[in-house]
């Protein structure tokens, strides 16, 4: 008999050090699950046995359960520091979607072109979807106007703050590299625009595009500028 509860006795305490080994365990898992250390640590080791871990990185959105709101992941993907989510260690549906908008605004860029080439060779170019919301036609955000210019926001914003301006009467200014000498007070004041735009929307600070022809990948021949910020930018452009 003593030496059967001796024999119990000897499984319930390993019994009670696996546990406690297992609830220790679960603390740190849950620890580290929760601040966002987790996956970086399991890529980061499974290279030594995978190799390149592309392939098991998962895709990390700022809507992810396992990332805080206020977790320095969550901020990163959500372009605070885009750098970190475009290093080696993690392979983003993020990257592929930007890669075929990419696409998308280049193609769109390269019809457009081929469309204002083959208009009327008058200078002015076919109509645009600026036309139709200058006339009321189509709605739009407005932001900003005035009797030269109107701003309002991009309806496919590349960042949370994404406002157009343009000129309202458009008189041959289908891109900047057809400005003529007489059209200098207008390009000024389209610039002064879209920094005042830049200045109350984006007070840490903004970015100012103008896309001109084909290889600018500009989609709209009627010049307008694109003001873009809201969040840290790159550099260099595409």
């Known amino acids: 008999l003593d030496r059967y509860l001796l024999q119990v006795d000897y499984l319930v305490h390993h019994l009670v050090l696996v546990a406690a080994c297992i609830t220790a365990f679960s603390f740190w898992w849950f620890f580290m699950l929760t601040s966002g250390k987790l996956i970086p640590l399991l890529l ?43 290093s080696k260690l993690f392979s983003s549906s993020d990257n592929s979607d930007n890669n075929n908008n990419m696409t998308d605004e280049v193609a769109a860029a390269k019809a457009a072109a081929a469309e204002y080439k083959s208009s009327e060779n008058d200078g002015a170019g076919p109509e645009t979807v600026f036309d139709n919301i200058l006339s009321g036609k189509w709605p739009s955000d407005k932001v900003y106007e005035d009797d030269l210019s109107l701003a309002f926001r991009d309806i496919n914003p590349q960042a949370p703050v ?26 000024g004041h389209l610039m002064y ?21 084909e290889h600018g990948a500009q989609s709209v021949y ?4 694109h003001v873009l910020g809201g969040r840290q930018l790159n550099w260099p452009p595409g």
């Open 44 to 86: 980061a080791t499974s290279t030594r046995l995978f190799g390149n871990t592309a392939a098991f990185a998962p895709a990390i959105t700022a809507n992810s359960s396992y990332l805080p709101k206020n977790n320095r992941l969550a901020q990163q993907h959500n372009g605070l520091t885009p750098d970190f989510l475009s």
């Open 162 to 187: 994404h406002v157009v301006v343009i000129p309202k009467n458009r008189d041959g200014l289908v891109k900047l590299s057809n400005a003529r000498e007489d059209q200098k007070d207008i390009l």
């Open 193 to 213: 625009v879209a920094q005042s735009v830049g200045k109350k929307e984006c007070p840490d600070g903004f970015r100012i595009v103008i896309n001109d022809g």
């Open 222 to 225: 009627h010049l307008h500028l």
